[in-house]
């Protein structure tokens, strides 16, 4: 029902299952240093995905040992112009990737001694402050980490608008659209486009300079990164050479419009993959290209060495890049997906290789993760494994895990809270020892505990896959952490967030208010001609109005979240339908204060017969409930 959680891919790495195209070439055991494999291989595999996803377009970047062994466009910048995608001038949004700049940045000053990674990042902050909602003081490190305990807020123009003059200046934009903190530092990750615009702006306010610029000075013009840039729109002199995006709908492709990034530090680079070749192969030589260096070789391996992870077991996050894979060979890389573009980076440091691919179509999400996989598959494949055995007495601690889960990048406190339903997954007992992972939107796959609280999949196929589950402070079981996805962590929802439960009392409410129906239509019937006295009259009026009012509330929701356009228009900005919802959802509130007030004075003075009054206290008791629910989900007022 609730399709907007579709809007939420914003710029956040995930990883996928092994690919199918691995079977359309013989799989390595070494190295790329074949170019003519290598062309092939890629050329196999992305082609296969343009058809199928469908993308129009793509850009490949490989670098091994210093050098760009492999760079290739496939498909269309632009359909109409007929104009292909060329590696070394194709300009592509490369989404969170970007972030990799603004960590690179950060160490830079912090090898100066500018800045202090375990400094309070207030220390740094002259214009607004971050409060104290916690004793501890939220670092650079946890920034970096994306354990800065912030809540995800996404939508209503956080992240896209739709004019380059809607663009707020980034210090006014982090004060004005400041999150809430829900939790500690350093606990838990939560992937936080705020988290790495903040560390952007703290690079202005130490290097004295717009971060843009900051960038091009420190990292683009040493690595002769010309064709790359954060404007927003492209300047001229690029702007011919960027690729169109598209969404594919009814056997058509269709461009659409430029995306311009709010929080653009985090997401809002354009660049081709030869550009990114380049910065691959600084960081895989250590900060050193050609001869300059954007990073003292000691700094530059202390940002690629693990800074935090959730469990033992789970891949972790090092000074800005994810680790996609921990040995064997260690991966880390990062991803960055907008609407309409989606990127992967990986860099694989004791092979000295790197590989970059971007697409360019809203459906090629899972095309860029798979590429990638298929790529690790196809060069570093593993090796078979049993089917794995479940540890003995699993079957007695199963309902432990049970429940449903939320991801901890999720908005709490405004009306986004709604739109994490989407996001959840159910965790439920199987057959032979197993644990069903269900997501709400569909698809669901066995799990076998393999050891304490870590879990593999139960079909033994090869798979860098995993599960493992954290405990609470109480020692009761809350978390889940996803092995591929450092920054994927699952909570636990309290009682009062309940999918089963939330649905079963909506149903009761809106049980009870279609029973108010009966009211007017009693009134039609009744054979006396007496009146009803005027305080019973506007006791049903109050509790018969609140409970149309609510009815057509939840339609109104109901058709917001199923409608597309509606679902997009969401990242841009809150509509002027969702203000009228929640404007006659406070009045309802209102209407059923007053009648609870009026259920009193109905068994005080005893209106209408017994029966009639326990069915008056059942509503007013729905209403009261409705108007819990709205609270709870954060829909009682405007909370944007």
């Known amino acids: 029902m609730f399709t907007l959680g579709l809007i939420l891919i914003f710029l956040t790495f995930s990883a996928a299952s092994a690919s199918p195209l691995n079977s359309a070439v013989a799989s390595n055991t070494s190295d790329p240093t074949n170019s003519t494999e290598l062309e092939a291989f890629m050329d196999g595999a992305v082609n296969s995905h343009l058809k199928a996803d469908p993308v129009p377009g793509a850009t490949v970047a490989v670098v091994k040992d210093g050098q760009i062994i492999f760079s290739k466009g496939y498909g ?3 359909i109409d112009k007929r104009q292909p995608v060329v590696g070394n001038q194709t300009l592509f949004r490369v989404g969170s990737v970007s972030k990799l700049f603004v960590w690179t940045a950060v160490m830079q000053l912090a090898e100066q001694g500018k800045l202090d990674l375990d400094a309070d990042v207030n220390t740094y902050l002259k214009d607004f402050q971050i409060p104290a909602t916690y004793s501890r003081p939220i670092t650079l490190k946890n920034l970096m980490s994306h354990t800065s305990g912030f809540e995800d807020l996404a939508i209503s123009g956080r992240f896209f608008v739709h004019n380059s003059t809607d663009i707020m200046p980034l210090g006014e934009y982090l004060e ?27 690079v202005e306010q130490v290097s004295g300079m717009p971060f843009d610029r900051y960038v091009e000075e420190n990292i683009l013009l040493p690595l002769d990164m010309n064709n790359t840039t954060f404007d927003q729109p492209l300047p001229a002199i690029l702007a011919s050479n960027m690729s169109n995006g598209y969404v594919y709908s009814n056997n058509a492709y269709t ?21 990114m070749a380049k910065f691959m192969i600084a960081h895989l030589q250590n900060g050193r290209y050609g001869d300059k260096r954007i990073l003292q070789e000691a700094t530059a391996q202390q940002m690629h060495s693990r800074l935090f992870t959730n469990a033992p077991g789970v891949n972790g996050v090092t000074y800005g890049f994810l680790e996609i894979n921990p040995e064997n060979p260690r991966v880390i890389g990062h ?5 309409l573009f989606h990127t992967r980076l990986a860099l694989i440091p004791e092979s000295q290789l790197g590989l970059f691919v971007s697409l360019n179509g809203e459906d090629g999400e899972s095309a860029a993760n798979e590429l990638l996989q298929a790529f690790l598959d196809h060069y570093y ?12 007495g699993f079957e007695k601690n199963v ?12 908005a709490y406190t405004n009306f986004e809270k709604l739109t994490s339903i989407s996001q959840r997954i159910r965790i439920s007992p199987g057959p032979n020892s197993t644990l069903i992972i269900s997501q709400l939107t569909g698809g669901s796959k066995e799990w076998v505990e393999v050891k304490q609280l870590t879990f593999s999949p139960a079909d033994g196929l090869p798979s860098r896959e995993g599960l493992v589950f954290g405990k609470d402070s109480q020692g009761h079981i809350k978390y889940l952490f996803i092995k591929l996805d450092p920054t994927a962590t ?15 009392l909506l149903g009761s409410c809106i049980l009870l208010f279609l029973s108010t129906l009966i009211w007017p239509i009693s009134l039609i019937i009744k054979c006396s001609p007496s009146k009803p006295k005027k305080p019973s009259s506007t006791a049903r009026l109050f509790a018969g109005g609140a409970s149309m009012i609510n009815l057509l509330f939840l339609t109104g929701l109901t058709f917001l979240f199923r409608d597309k356009t509606a679902n997009v228009e969401f990242i841009y900005s809150v509509s002027t339908f969702l203000i009228l919802l929640l404007a006659i959802a406070l009045i309802a509130a209102i209407l059923a204060l007053g009648s609870a007030v009026f259920a009193a004075l109905a068994w005080k003075d005893s209106y209408w017969s017994y029966p009639e009054r326990i069915h008056y206290s059942l509503v007013v ?3 009261l409930t409705f108007v819990w629910w709205l609270n709870n989900w954060n829909l009682l007022g405007f909370k944007f």
């Open 399 to 410: 309902s432990l895990f049970a429940g449903n889960y939320r991801p901890t990048r999720s």
């Open 255 to 275: 461009a659409k419009p430029f995306e311009y990034v709010q929080v653009w530090p985090a997401g809002s680079m354009s660049s081709t993959s030869e550009d």
């Open 335 to 339: 991803g960055g997906d907008t609407i």
């Open 381 to 392: 494949p593993m090796s078979p494994t049993p089917v794995p055995e479940p540890i003995p």
């Open 176 to 202: 004005k659209g400041m999150p809430a903190r829900v939790r500690p530092p350093g606990e838990l990750t939560a992937y936080s486009n705020y988290g790495s615009a903040l560390a952007a702006y703290i």
């Open 621 to 623: 008791l729905a209403l």
């Open 76 to 78: 269309y910048a632009d």
């Open 490 to 504: 699952y909570e636990k929802v309290p009682w009062h967030d309940d999918l089963s439960i939330n649905l079963f």
